[in-house]
């Protein structure tokens, strides 16, 4: 990600009522499962418009259109991906900025998302040749901001770490490496598809702790056919994803605090 004074954003908000918080919800797709009276995409939408590293936002939505159907409840634009798959929602994002180099990718789950940790991160990312930057949160970190919300962490030299859901991304990378990208995203909750990606004496090493950030680096890029950056960064809230009816309700509670101000 390369030196600029703002950098478009999209917001992947696609799924449908099939989700499981979706359906613990009784809404449409996920992203508008509502903490506060608003729906999850409307507190992403809100910290990114008013990130300074930030330029235009749009959300995308699935062919089902349900964040249209529902009046655009994110209030900015909406975009409408060709397909439910992952990276139809990523290449709408693209179809989207037509102009743009680097795209922010931005799941619609992170109600906790603030500008002062878009803008630090983004920051962090800018003045690298990368084509990819992903960033990692320590363990102890995340733990000690959300007690209670356990997550994967990976265990390597520097530490343990989580990966997060904030992800400047090349447009060329989206438009012309599609296919890794789908099957990357298609196993990465699968052990055994993981292994077969990675190598299995790969993930073995990881699994022991043998791994530094460096060699993570080195093998995402090899695997993705571009250059990966993995980037620390301090703001835990950047990892709190929404993946279950327990984490709608763990997020009302951190997002109702920090309301009043607690």
């Known amino acids: 990600m390369g030196e600029s004074a703002q950098v478009p954003a999209a917001i992947l908000a696609g799924g449908d009522a099939t989700d499981k918080v979706a359906l613990a919800a009784g809404v449409p797709?996920?992203?508008?499962?509502?903490i506060e009276g608003r729906?999850?995409?409307?507190?992403?939408?809100?910290?990114?418009?008013?990130?300074?590293?930030?330029?235009?936002?749009?959300?995308?939505?699935?062919?089902?259109?349900?964040?249209?159907?529902?009046?655009?409840?994110?209030g900015v634009p909406v975009v409408t991906a060709a397909g439910p798959g992952f990276i139809d929602t990523m290449a709408a994002a693209?179809?989207?900025?037509?102009?743009?180099?680097?795209?922010?990718?931005?799941?619609?789950?992170?109600?906790?998302?603030?500008?002062?940790?878009i803008d630090d991160y983004l920051r962090s990312c800018q003045g690298g040749r990368a084509e990819v930057s992903y960033p990692?949160?320590?363990?102890?970190?995340?733990?000690?901001?959300?007690?209670?919300?356990?997550?994967f962490a990976a265990p390597l030299r520097e530490g343990r770490f989580i990966g997060a859901n904030v992800v400047p991304v090349s447009r060329r990378f989206i438009l012309e490496e599609g296919p890794?990208?789908?099957?990357?995203f298609a196993r990465r909750k699968s052990i055994?598809?993981?292994?077969?990606?990675?190598?299995?004496?790969?993930?073995?090493?990881?699994?022991?702790?043998r791994l530094s950030v460096a060699d993570l680096e080195?093998?995402?890029?090899?695997?993705?056919?571009?250059?990966?950056?993995?980037?620390?960064?301090?703001?835990?809230?950047?990892?709190?994803?929404?993946?279950?009816?327990?984490?709608?309700?763990?997020?009302?509670?951190?997002?109702?605090?920090?309301l009043e101000g607690a």
């Open 29 to 34: 797709c996920k992203a508008l499962a509502e």
């Open 39 to 74: 729906p999850l995409v409307s507190w992403v939408a809100e910290a990114l418009a008013l990130a300074q590293t930030v330029g235009a936002v749009v959300a995308v939505e699935g062919p089902t259109r349900a964040l249209s159907g529902a009046g655009e409840p994110a």
């Open 94 to 117: 693209a179809e989207a900025y037509a102009d743009a180099e680097t795209i922010v990718l931005v799941t619609g789950d992170l109600p906790l998302l603030h500008p002062e940790a």
């Open 136 to 151: 990692l949160v320590r363990e102890d970190e995340f733990d000690r901001a959300f007690p209670g919300r356990g997550k």
């Open 180 to 184: 890794i990208i789908a099957s990357t």
């Open 192 to 209: 055994v598809g993981m292994c077969s990606l990675l190598g299995w004496g790969f993930v073995l090493r990881l699994a022991l702790g």
């Open 218 to 258: 080195r093998r995402a890029s090899a695997m993705l056919g571009t250059e990966l950056r993995a980037v620390p960064t301090s703001w835990p809230e950047i990892a709190f994803d929404v993946d279950t009816a327990d984490d709608l309700e763990l997020a009302r509670h951190y997002l109702r605090r920090r």
